[in-house]
Nanobody
Framework: QVQLVESGGGLVQPGGSLRLSCAASGFTFPSSVMSWYRQAPGKQREFVARIRGTGDMTIYGDSVKGRFTISRDNAKNTVYLQMNRLKPEDTAVYYC?????????WGQGTQVTVSS
């Protein structure tokens, strides 16, 4: 079955960096588009970034452009989100996502808290 397992979240000071990982299994990872979303308390889930299977095309939400970078390692079935110059408003639960067989699949999420 499709499984997505996020890791790498934590507490970081404003201006700091974190790298999230999402280990995928149960589907053909190299040919699958992968995305990151986030959800802050009391807010709707927000698109963060997406990467094509080959890794040659990426798109970003406006609020993270220039600060976050999505990448993937198809040999490890893993997608990453490098987050730099973090701001308090980046505080949220971050979710890994893929769309397969006409439905969305989500990981359990990893908490990122940006605070001094």
């Amino acid at each position: 079955q499709v499984q997505l397992v996020e890791s790498g979240g934590g507490l970081v000071q404003p201006g700091g960096s974190l790298r999230l990982s999402c280990a995928a299994s149960g589907f053909t990872f190299p040919s699958s588009v992968m995305s990151w979303y986030r959800q802050a308390p009391g807010k709707q889930r927000e698109f963060v970034a997406r990467i094509r299977g080959t890794g040659d095309m990426t798109i970003y939400g406006d609020s993270v452009k220039g600060r976050f970078t999505i990448s993937r390692d198809n040999a490890k079935n893993t997608v990453y989100l490098q987050m730099n110059r973090l701001k308090p408003e980046d505080t949220a639960v971050y979710y890994c996502n893929t769309f397969l067989f006409s439905r969305d699949y989500w990981g359990q999420g990893t908490q990122v808290t940006v605070s001094s």
